[in-house]
T-cell receptor, first 108, second 112 residues
Framework: GIQVEQSPPDLILQEGANSTLRCNFS?????LQWFHQNPWGQLINLFY???GTKQNGRLSATTVATERYSLLYISSSQTTDSGVYFC??????????FGTGTSLTVIP | DAGVIQSPRHEVTEMGQEVTLRCKPI?????LFWYRQTMMRGLELLIY????????DSGMPEDRFSAKMPNASFSTLKIQPSEPRDSAVYFC??????????FGSGTRLTVV
């Protein structure tokens, strides 16, 4: 099956810093999503981004499908950004396969 | 919209007992997914439905696991008999067409 690799696995930031999270996938995909799992375990859909660039406030994402990667940018990080960020990809049938995540800790 | 609703939020049961997890998807969504999350294996897709019909259950770990979707507004995931290694957080998610998922808050299952 398709492999979804995320980097870095862990990241610690000072509040206010910027960061880039990366998602590589081993095969062509139809769709890609980014999720944030907060410290309470809730999974929140951040972006649905099969290609191109999207922005939502301090977060933005870019997917280059032809090169099989996606990037999630977090600017001016806040403590509420802490949690685990997952990338999930779909090849067919609306089944999304998740990467192992990037664990982000933002310290004040 | 109340989002995807899962119940119970927490379940503690003894090994060998039957466990039933419930999910109410978002109205109008035609896809429903059951995922399991553990530290060792991350997020695993167990089964998904399209228009109440099971499409792919290849992720269901064993015959002890079964899932049903009797109508568009309700699904269950049943484990019988439960074992300690089934302890995990079980998520339900729904989607409309090929648009993104919305997850429920999950059920944390502990089998002792």
């Amino acid at each position: 099956g398709i492999q979804v690799e995320q980097s870095p696995p862990d990241l610690i930031l000072q509040e206010g810093a910027n960061s880039t999270l990366r998602c590589n996938f081993s095969d062509s995909v139809n769709n890609l999503q980014w999720f944030h799992q907060n410290p309470w375990g809730q999974l929140i859909n951040l972006f649905y981004i099969p290609s191109g660039t999207k922005q939502n406030g301090r977060l933005s994402a870019t997917t280059v499908a032809t090169e099989r990667y996606s990037l999630l940018y977090i600017s001016s990080s806040q403590t509420t950004d802490s949690g685990v960020y997952f990338c999930a990809v779909e090849q067919a049938g609306n089944q999304f396969y998740f990467g192992t995540g990037t664990s982000l800790t933002v310290i004040p | 919209d109340a989002g995807v609703i899962q119940s119970p939020r927490h379940e503690v049961t003894e090994m060998g007992q039957e466990v039933t997890l419930r999910c109410k998807p978002i109205s109008g969504h035609d896809y429903l997914f059951w995922y399991r999350q553990t530290m060792m294996r991350g997020l695993e897709l167990l089964i998904y439905f399209n228009n109440n019909v099971p499409i792919d259950d290849s992720g269901m770990p064993e015959d002890r696991f079964s899932a049903k979707m009797p109508n568009a507004s309700f699904s269950t995931l049943k484990i019988q008999p439960s074992e300690p290694r089934d302890s995990a957080v079980y998520f339900c998610a729904s989607a409309r067409g090929s648009y993104g998922y919305t997850f429920g808050s999950g059920t944390r299952l502990t089998v002792v």
